[in-house]
């Protein structure tokens, strides 16, 4: 007759209780990668569209075309106060829109974007 050691009894016990607890670990683990990489994601998709409207508001704004233009700049100004605006890409946002805003349809059409009690300076540096 073959007796098992204790320790081998032990083990097999603590490995049968622990194994499913392993499992939930394991799963909860690649549920967590997941969510992370879902968000890191979004944030890509949101950055990409912003750009992408960003780019096709400055080329209407640029064109001269005075509809265009009007479009470019109330594209800007809503995408300042749109959730899809992440809070790194504010600033660049707001400086772009004032770069080229203010120069095509003054000072009053970017006032109520920009911050209080900041400065808004028209015209180029060239200007002199």
């Known amino acids: 007759m073959f007796v098992i050691p204790t320790w081998i009894s032990v083990v097999g016990v603590i490995v049968t209780v622990l194994s499913p607890f392993l499992a939930l670990g394991g799963v909860a683990l690649g549920a967590y990668l997941t969510r ?30 005075e509809a265009g233009t009007d479009a470019g700049v109330v594209t800007l100004r809503s995408l300042m106060r749109s959730e899809l605006l992440q809070p790194e890409d504010y600033d660049l946002v707001a400086a772009l829109t004032a770069a080229v805003a ?26 002199g």
């Open 102 to 127: 203010i120069d095509r349809v003054g000072q009053a059409a970017y006032a109520d974007i920009a911050e209080e009690g900041a400065d808004v300076v028209e015209g180029d540096s060239a200007d």
């Open 36 to 65: 992370k990489s879902d968000r890191e994601l979004d944030v890509w998709r949101h950055r990409e569209e912003t750009m992408r409207m960003v780019r096709w508001s400055v080329e209407q704004i640029l064109d001269g075309d």
